[in-house]
């Protein structure tokens, strides 16, 4: 075949699948819609400073959509495997929600309620797979809020504050019920825990599910 | 330093559009909206990096904010005890008038990878050098497979047009 004739037939794929363009009468966009998804986008202040994979530790600082975003900023780091698999590969760097426990406003505990809960931005049925150097890290089995990752890694102190904050201790292979607020504090005085039948009907009842 | 105004102004020249477009051909519109957020939320926190020009670089954002969407939908399914289908997800959404289904079943025999190119290469219309940007692979590799792709592409079609000229006696598939 003659370099012409591929190109002949080129040009005829390349019309045939244009035809099939399925944005053809795609509408403009609103406006309004526009203006404050560029409002909303640019509000959010921090900036990513750093281009290494391993997560920013001012990450939980940052709002709910946001923290799972850091993570996948992150992930574009492994952009070589130029494959949109179905499955999570080993290739690509797995998304993560980064919790913390905080020592500030502890006080008192009440007792949990499920309207409390339900207003929790994150809620998670997760087993701890590791502990190392006071973070603990969870693998989610079941989300009730917030974005759904690969990883949950809870910023845990020392045993000393978690103690005095009514929080869990994070134990390997052991199953926890965690919930946290939009800035990634993990709610504590029994809102978060060891999994029991009770918690998780507290959950339940919470999140609605 | 890039401002807000100078990322705005680039979002609305230079993106919005395409970004959108992008995702509408590849999603149903709600999830569209949604990576298109996420997108545009990465290419503003990473504003200092953004090159130029930035849209190949931005289609590559937009193309794993995708990915993890689906995951995350497939992930849903799961936990919501429905079983995830093993098919991609529709290609794209139902277009009014007549559909070239012949074409589209031969996309779907394709791989997701070598359908991606080939949608890069006609429906965005990019160059080999941009897509290379898009995937993060060499333009050489890119020049390599959307040839093999296209060949793959031009085989499928003729089968399935094979296929369709004998189930109706007579006549074309269109």
């Known amino acids: 075949m003659s370099d012409l004739h591929d190109a002949d037939d080129d040009r005829d794929l390349f019309d045939r699948l244009r035809a099939a363009d399925p944005t053809t009468h795609l509408p403009d966009a609103d406006p309004t819609r526009v203006d404050r998804l560029l409002e909303d986008v640019m509000s959010q202040t921090s900036t990513e400073t750093t281009d290494t994979p391993t997560r920013n530790p001012l990450t939980w600082l940052v709002a709910a959509a946001a923290v799972v975003l850091i993570a996948v900023a992150g992930s574009l780091m492994f952009l070589g495997d130029d494959r949109v698999e179905p499955a999570p590969t080993a290739a690509e760097a797995p998304t993560v929600t980064e919790l913390s426990l905080s020592g500030d406003g502890a006080g008192r505990c009440m007792v949990p309620s499920p309207d409390v809960l339900g207003g929790a931005a994150y809620g998670v049925d997760a087993e701890v797979i590791a502990v190392e150097g006071g973070t603990a890290t969870l693998e989610p089995t079941q989300w009730y809020a917030g974005e759904e990752t690969d990883r949950v890694e809870v910023a845990a102190g020392s045993a000393d504050l978690a103690a005095l904050i009514g929080a869990p201790r994070f134990e390997v292979g052991q199953r926890y019920l965690v919930a946290a607020n939009d800035d990634g504090r993990v709610m504590v005085c029994g809102f978060s825990g060891p999994y029991t039948q009770d918690l998780a009907d507290l959950y339940a009842e919470a999140f609605g599910s | ?174």
């Open chain 2, 1 to 174: 330093m890039v401002d807000e105004a100078g990322f705005e102004a680039l979002v609305r020249e230079q993106l919005l559009e395409p970004l959108r477009r992008y995702l509408a051909r590849r999603t149903d519109p709600a999830t569209a909206d949604d990576v298109l957020a996420d997108t545009l939320l990465v290419c503003w926190r990473r504003r200092e990096e953004l090159p130029e020009p930035a849209l190949p670089w931005a289609y590559g954002v937009a193309r794993h904010c995708l990915a993890n969407a689906a995951r995350s939908v497939r992930r849903q399914q799961r936990v919501a005890g429905r079983v995830a289908t093993v098919d991609p997800p529709v290609e794209h959404p139902p277009q009014p008038g007549a559909r070239d289904d012949a074409l589209h079943d031969a996309l779907a025999r394709l791989g997701p990878d070598d359908a991606e190119l080939l949608r890069l290469w006609a429906w965005e219309q990019l160059t080999p050098g941009e897509i290379a940007t898009v995937l993060d692979v060499s333009p050489n590799a890119v020049s390599i497979r959307l040839t093999r792709a296209r060949a793959k592409l031009r085989e499928e079609l003729g089968k399935v047009e094979a296929a369709a000229g004998h189930e109706e006696p007579g006549g074309g598939g269109r």
